[in-house]
């Protein structure tokens, strides 16, 4: 039993046995762990710009945001990586193999006219559809994928162009709802703390606060600061949303993979 400490700083039980997976699953499974890690540090970092509004914490994210896609886009590639060594190379010809030999990361494509167009990923249809069609589930052109484009753009960008930028803009109010249409009681500021309301009544938080409603930080001055990613022009993700929850969603990818060849264990909710 591990213990895995997510990006709000929450420590939770990790019952991840690595010891049940091949190894390049292990691998895959520490380089994902390490992305988690990073994510908390972002987090922290976050809290501290809140408080004193130094910009240069906001390049640091940045940086940081390049060693979190990246760890994550190595956990998927070897994976992608050993399953193909182990399960794709001894059913293919000499020059197929050849075609295999700089082709191995976990493949992917923004459409699926790109993705189908791969020379790898027609290799693989015609020698092991099923992993072709395990792969084809994720892609970042079908709806509730676009986090794997997302993650993948991010490490191309960090890799091959420049430092990701993380943005913090501020609001002094906002104006939510709730899931069934309900507007969301916006917390009050009081000094050094935030006041927030439930149904046990007022609760006071030493401010800077992060209040997960409005994935938002309450800082000392009485504002709200989120931190967003700029990806492509007018649209941005949440950083502590991204960090949050894409590691899971690549741990899933792995044994998802692994799964077609061996009964080991997935995430839990998938």
Known sequence: MQKCVLSKGVIVENDIDKSLYPEHIQESILKAERAIAIGSEIFQICLEHAKSDDQELLLKCGSLLGDFVNN??????????????????????????????????????????????????????????????????????????????????????????????????????????????????EPWFTGEHLVIFSEEGPKKAKLPYYYEPLNAFATPRHTWSLYIIPVEERYSLDLVKFTQTTPLKVVYILAALEALYESFPTVPGK
């Open 72 to 185: 994550l886009r190595s956990s998927l590639n070897y994976t992608m990586r050993g399953i193909i060594n182990r399960e794709v190379i001894p059913k293919l010809s000499s020059s197929k193999k050849n075609k295999f030999e700089r082709k191995m990361d976990f493949p992917w494509s923004i459409s699926e006219k790109k993705f189908e167009s791969k020379q790898s990923i027609k290799i693989l249809r015609e020698v092991d559809e099923p992993l072709f069609k395990r792969i084809r589930r994720f892609q970042p052109y079908i709806p509730g994928n676009e986090w794997l484009g997302q993650l993948m753009k991010l490490s191309n960008k960090d890799k091959h162009v420049v430092l990701n930028k993380v943005q913090s803009p501020t609001a002094s109010t906002f104006l939510a709802f709730l899931p069934d249409g309900t507007q969301l009681k």
